[in-house]
């Protein structure tokens, strides 16, 4: 008889620690869980952080463009291109990410255009610009409200109808161009995202 509860007793001790470790084993799981989302909840909020602060640098680049007074006063008397086209060359010349910056009027037809190709910044000239009224940018941006800024998602680079090669992961920042409730049309910046997305891989 003794046995026999020796031997149930040994049982019962035996599924105890069995259950014991189980569980151990299973808080074990959780916690590194928990812990592993911790981090990579920790990682995205700091890559996101860098995203905000890195494309804050060209939102205050649009918005000087759009606040200033000779623009506006190009914009309304469409006169002294020349020295708008400098304006916006030597601000895609400050950047090394910005490849293109441009005017672009109401009807979709881009009047100021100043492109990066190979590290070499240049105006366009007016014989190679194009209407971008179709494009969802234009419509986006031009339909928005005074002092909007608008950023797209990541995408190809387009022109001519195809993809620029080789490829560029391009953001747009863009808002419109409204003075005295009247819309002249958007500005619009493209932003090669290689060097910061390769940046951003290793943070």
Do not use: C
């Amino acid at each position: 008889m003794k046995s026999h509860v020796f031997v149930s007793y040994s049982i019962v001790i035996m599924f105890i620690a069995l259950s014991y470790l189980v569980f151990q084993n299973k808080s074990d799981e959780a916690l590194l869980k928990q812990l592993s989302l911790q981090k990579a909840e920790f990682k995205f909020n700091e890559r996101d952080k860098l995203l905000k602060a890195y494309i804050n640098k060209f939102d205050q680049t649009i918005i000087g463009i759009n606040e200033n007074k000779s623009f506006k006063d190009f914009v309304q008397n469409n006169t002294n291109i020349e020295s708008m086209n400098e304006l916006f060359l030597s601000l895609i010349k400050s950047s090394p990410s910005i490849v293109q910056f441009r005017y672009i009027n109401s009807f979709g037809d881009e009047i100021i255009r100043v492109d990066k190709k190979d590290q070499q910044s240049f105006i366009v000239p007016k014989d190679k610009l194009q209407n971008k009224k179709s494009r969802y940018y234009f419509t986006d941006i031009h339909d928005t409200k005074e002092n909007t800024l608008w950023h797209s998602k990541i995408d190809l680079n387009v022109e001519y109808g195809k993809i620029v090669m080789p490829i560029e992961p391009t953001l747009r920042v863009g808002t419109p161009v409204i003075i005295d409730g009247v819309n002249y049309g958007i500005l619009i910046i493209n932003i090669d995202m290689n060097s910061f997305l390769n940046k951003l891989q290793s943070a």
